[in-house]
């Protein structure tokens, strides 16, 4: 197995997509997140998600879409443009993230669903961007 070909390129998709989530939700907390909660309390995380606006889980499903496709470009890329493997494998790793989030905060049942079913379609998304693709004409053989 080349390392090139398969380790790296899911390693810096992965840490690429975990960095521009970090980043949103970030942002999203500094918008939305009641001042004075204490953020490494568990409870009072889970207090302030209850009442966040439909519109603080929207730009989080936004973020989660972006940093997903971003990572199957990223991790293409570094595949050469040739491996849908090292994509597949972020959109793996990024939904088991995302299962371990919904799991440990509290978020609307339909979020948690929907959260779930964004990081491997996006990542392939990211990936048929970026491919290299084979020419439809080709001048061989003739």
């Known amino acids: 197995m080349q390392?090139?070909?398969?380790i790296l390129p899911v390693v810096a998709g992965t840490m690429a997509a975990m960095m521009l989530i970090l980043?949103?939700?970030?942002?999203?907390?500094?918008?939305?997140?009641?001042?004075?909660?204490?953020?490494?309390d568990p409870e009072a995380i889970a207090n302030a998600v209850k009442?966040?606006?439909l519109s603080a889980f929207l730009f989080l499903l936004v973020n989660y879409i972006i940093c997903s496709f971003i990572a199957g470009i990223i991790s293409t890329l570094i595949s050469k443009r040739i491996a849908l493997r090292p994509a597949l494998v972020v959109g793996i790793v990024l939904t088991l993230a995302g299962l371990y989030n919904v799991v440990s905060i509290p978020h609307p049942m339909w979020f948690s669903v929907l959260n779930l079913f964004i990081y491997l379609p996006f990542t392939y998304f990211g990936y048929l961007v970026i491919r290299k693709k084979e020419?439809?004409?080709?001048n061989r053989g003739n």
């Open 23 to 40: 980043l949103g939700e970030t942002a999203i907390i500094k918008v939305y997140l009641p001042p004075g909660t204490n953020q490494n």
């Open 51 to 53: 009442h966040m606006p």
């Open 3 to 6: 390392i090139t070909k398969y």
């Open 135 to 138: 020419p439809l004409f080709s």
